[in-house]
């Protein structure tokens, strides 16, 4: 019995353990006489999913620790929301999807948030433009604080008497929602961060320190390849549709591009050559005069980026991060190679190493066969965004722990560059 509760108390995979734990569980019981219902099996189930959803909730707090008080609102661009918002917006989703549906007779902690902190979420109702999000120097961040701990109570109260399958589901949900904000805390917070000329420290980590374990080429044959999710965790929607491609014989590299090979392309007149773009890059390049990956500056001949460690010397052998897609097709087609599509980095994922940088691909964000968008405010978490994107596949080091599996489908539109994104050839 102590090994079956070890499972369900440490295993950071619990759905794909729960079913098979339960039976399991239930088949000593009753074997021993001693338990004909699966009541202490949800009841360990729960706590479970109560420990994952606290940890998760403690992890973006952990991230805020070295926050000051004026760090928690400004907002440098339209795409990079506030620290404050962040931490409001993914309770206001554990309040609104879950709390107010589930938990009998619950009040609102303040009627006003979801109008300040829902998303994109139209059916839930009106909110406040993208742009204006900065402007929300009220309520003061001890009030949203306040706020978090306000619904963790209720949450909690809510997973200790209730335990359907459709609660749990969204709880889940809500866990690898907050766990995406915890990486767009930290890439929004360096964006902003960057506006300021003493080029603020965030941490003694900087995130971009990795370099290549591995060099060289991985020959793939032609043929038929499964690809999407097929499994028992945990995955989002726009993953799943297994389906089959078929693909043609390929080669992709085993190590991702670093800023050496990065700083060649910008001493050959990469960025003033406009036969290596595609026209829309060439012309994002040319309005918005881009000349280099963001966060970089030539300082007396050298190259250095900001980090959220500050200003830095670039390590040349570290692995290249912050560039778009138009910067990565571009050096692709510079180096006589291409972007490996989704379904050749997938096919060949459990033979590379990944998840230091998200790594652009040569595939539109469409979906899958049969996808279909759920009913309600959760439909529009992924389907509607499915124009305009590009896929990025693997994860990064400010991706949060347990976060990335390999048919995971990041999407960001292809001028974006302020992710932790790099990217690896194919030919």
């Known amino acids: 019995m102590t090994n079956i509760l070890y499972i369900f108390i440490f295993t950071k995979d619990f759905v794909k353990c729960f079913n098979v734990a339960i039976d399991f569980i239930l088949n000593v019981f009753n074997f021993a006489g001693i338990y004909q219902t699966k009541t202490l099996v949800y009841l360990i189930a729960m706590n479970t999913l109560l420990q994952d959803y606290s940890a998760t909730r403690k992890h973006t707090e952990t991230l805020c620790s070295n926050l000051k008080v004026e760090d928690y609102t400004p907002q440098s661009a339209e795409f990079a929301s506030p620290p404050k918002w962040h931490i409001a917006h993914t ?35 009106e909110r406040i433009s993208r742009n204006n999000r900065g402007l929300i120097t009220r309520p003061e961040i001890k009030d949203v604080f306040k706020y978090r701990a306000y619904v963790d109570d209720h949450i909690e109260k809510l997973l200790k008497s209730d335990s359907n399958k459709e609660l ?39 995130y971009v320190r990795h370099c290549n374990d591995e060099i060289g080429w991985l020959e793939m044959d032609e043929g038929i390849y499964k690809i999407g999710y097929d499994e028992s965790g945990f995955c989002f929607d726009n993953e799943i549709g297994k389906h089959r491609v078929f693909l043609e014989s390929y080669q992709i590299s085993k190590a991702l591009v670093t800023n050496a090979e990065f ?18 890059g060439w012309h994002w390049v040319k309005t918005n005069k881009i000349k280099q990956p963001l966060y970089w500056n030539n300082i007396n001949g050298v190259w250095h980026e900001y980090t959220l460690s500050g200003l830095q010397p670039i390590d040349d052998n570290a692995l290249l991060s912050h560039i778009s897609f138009y910067e990565a097709s571009a050096f692709a087609f510079w180096k006589g190679c291409r972007l490996p599509t989704e379904f050749e980095w997938e096919a060949a994922s459990n033979e590379l190493e990944w998840g230091k940088r998200w ?27 499915m124009i305009n994107q590009m896929v990025l596949r693997g994860a990064s080091e400010a991706t949060a722990p347990g976060h990335s599996r390999k048919t995971y489908r990041n999407f960001f539109y292809p001028q974006t560059q302020w992710q932790y994104s790099g990217l690896r050839l194919a030919k």
């Open 91 to 125: 309770t206001w989703f554990f309040e609104e999807m879950i709390l107010k549906k589930y938990l009998v007779d619950y009040n609102e902690f303040d009627a006003q948030f979801s109008f300040l902190f829902n998303s994109y979420y139209n059916s839930v109702g």
């Open 168 to 206: 749990q589901d969204l709880i889940i949900l809500g866990i690898n929602h907050e766990q995406q904000h915890q990486e767009l805390l930290l890439t929004d917070l360096k964006f902003t961060f960057y506006q300021n000329p003493t080029y603020p420290k965030y941490s003694t980590s900087n």
């Open 263 to 280: 700083i060649e392309f910008i001493k050959s007149d990469g960025y003033k050559n406009a036969s290596l773009w595609l026209d829309d």
């Open 359 to 385: 790594e652009w691909t040569n595939s539109a964000y469409l979906p899958y066969p049969g996808f279909k968008i759920a009913k309600g405010a959760v439909g529009e978490y992924n389907g509607k965004f």
